[in-house]
């Protein structure tokens, strides 16, 4: 499987791999990012300064990706990991690993100096991730992602 930077042609496939994956952990309805307005052209809000989004793809098909970018009413220096999902076939590989290093190792390059992210304490596997990482748990959401669903939030410092 190659990572490669989003291109506009990968947009209706990474919609459709978030919609699958944020229903599958019933993170549907108000508060969640399946809502977000990037979900429908994510290449346009990623190809941004301060922002990237990488997709696993092997043989023309997406299987995952996630991706950078500041996060909204958040401190100067913080960006946000978003939208970080994988297929189940992609799962368990080391896939996941190699993503959030090179998207922790980009945040580093564009100047971040915190990044931080939300989830859902049911999407265990990721959450052992982040910790691996470092992550530290916070009591509270930072910003204003407006994802109101999530319950459980991390910082890094970079």
Same mark, same amino acid.
């Given at each position: ?5 989003i ?27 399946i ?12 190809d941004?300064?301060?922002?990237? $989004?990488?997709?696993? *793809?092997?043989? %023309? !098909?997406?299987? @995952?990706?996630?991706g950078?970018?500041? #996060? ?8 946000e990991?978003?939208?970080? $999902?994988?297929?189940? *076939?992609?799962? %368990? !590989?080391?896939? @996941? ?5 090179? #998207? ?16 859902? *304490?049911?999407?265990? !596997? ?33």
């Amino acid at each position: 499987m190659t990572l490669r930077k989003i291109i506009p042609a990968d947009n209706p496939a990474i919609q459709q791999l978030i919609i699958a994956v944020m229903t599958a952990y019933d993170c549907v309805g108000e508060g969640y990012s399946i809502n977000d307005t990037e979900v429908a052209d994510m290449y346009l809000h990623y190809d941004t300064p301060g922002a990237v $989004y990488y997709v696993l *793809e092997e043989g %023309g !098909k997406i299987y @995952g990706g996630a991706g950078i970018g500041p #996060l909204s009413g958040g401190k100067v220096g913080t960006c946000e990991l978003k939208k970080m $999902y994988f297929y189940p *076939e992609a799962r %368990g !590989k080391g896939l @996941g690993t190699k993503l959030l290093t090179l #998207l922790l190792e980009s945040a580093r390059n564009m100047g971040y100096k915190h990044c931080y992210l939300e989830t859902v *304490e049911r999407m265990e !596997k990721a959450n052992l991730l982040y910790n691996k990482f470092g992550f530290k748990k916070l009591v509270s959401q930072e910003g204003c992602t407006g994802h109101s669903g999530c319950d459980t939030f991390y910082v890094l410092d970079l």
